[in-house]
């Protein structure tokens, strides 16, 4: 059975940067841990409540799925929504997405936002099914591998 972690239980560790880096490796991406990635490395030192969470998804105590968000002047912006493989299409995915969103409304955001390669068909179509509209496009700033991404919103 999967269940969703809170925070204090994603901490170094754990396994939410392996999931992320598993991920990236299976489309191809450049990993670092040291740079680009370090925010998932150690998730409790880059996602301080009120303005931040992180979650993960655990199953038989192996993170198998992880998800941030961070709010600014009432716009929550999702980060770091990534599931193993073996999980995706099993409602782990849309149970996080779902934690974020639950989260921005308790945090007052009036709107959400997020960014994701345009590669990442699955995550794109969950998105729409919770109401995300496509809003825009952009070559992700920091990435090493500049990828193309979609921008998508979520009036709360």
Same mark, same amino acid.
């Given at each position: 059975?999967?269940?969703? @972690?809170? #925070? %204090?239980?994603?901490? =170094? ?5 392996? $999931? ?7 489309? !191809? /991406?450049?990993w670092?841990?040291?740079?680009? =990635? ?5 998730? @409790?030192? =880059?996602?301080?409540?009120? &303005?931040?969470? /992180?979650?993960? +998804? ?9 998800v941030?968000? @961070? +709010? ?6 999702? *980060?770091?929504l990534?599931?193993?493989?073996? #999980?995706? !299409?099993?409602? $782990? !995915?849309?149970?996080l997405?779902?934690? /974020? ?5 308790? +945090? !007052?955001?009036?709107r959400?936002?997020?960014?994701? %390669? *345009?590669?990442?068909?699955?995550? =794109? ?5 919770l109401? #995300?509209?496509? $809003? ?11 990828? %193309? @991404?979609?921008?998508? &919103?979520?009036?709360?």
């Amino acid at each position: 059975m999967t269940r969703i @972690e809170p #925070f %204090d239980r994603a901490r =170094h560790g754990d396994g939410p940067a392996s $999931v992320i880096e598993g991920v990236y490796r299976e489309f !191809g /991406f450049t990993w670092e841990p040291d740079g680009y =990635h370090a925010d998932v490395v150690s998730p @409790e030192s =880059h996602y301080v409540a009120p &303005a931040a969470f /992180f979650d993960v +998804a655990v199953t038989d105590g192996a993170v198998v799925g992880t998800v941030g968000g @961070e +709010a600014t002047d009432g716009v929550a912006e999702l *980060k770091r929504l990534y599931l193993d493989r073996r #999980f995706r !299409g099993t409602g $782990v !995915g849309r149970a996080l997405l779902e934690r /974020f969103v639950a989260w921005a409304r308790s +945090a !007052g955001c009036r709107r959400a936002i997020l960014w994701s %390669d *345009k590669r990442f068909v699955d995550a =794109h179509r969950l998105y729409a099914k919770l109401g #995300f509209a496509t $809003v825009g496009d952009r070559i992700c700033p920091g990435d090493p591998d500049r990828s %193309d @991404e979609w921008g998508c &919103a979520l009036d709360l």
